[in-house]
């Protein structure tokens, strides 16, 4: 578990106590961040949205 501090890239992240898990889309790289309707398939998702998924 390597727990890398996002780099000041956005600076989305302001006084948020919850760090949500986040990974790159394989698609279009951009990051997603972890939500509840992927709680139980978070290891599966590698798109950030259909349009990516169909992408491949
Ligand atoms: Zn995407």
Redesign the pocket.
């Known amino acids: 578990m390597a727990a890398r501090p996002a780099a000041a890239k956005a600076g989305a992240f302001r006084g948020n106590k919850q760090s949500l898990p986040q990974k790159p ?1 394989s ?2 790289g ?1 990051p997603m961040t972890w939500r509840k309707r992927w709680r139980n398939t978070w290891d599966a998702v590698k ?3 259909d349009a ?1 998924r169909q992408r491949g």
């Open positions: 889309c698609a279009c951009r798109y950030c949205s990516c």
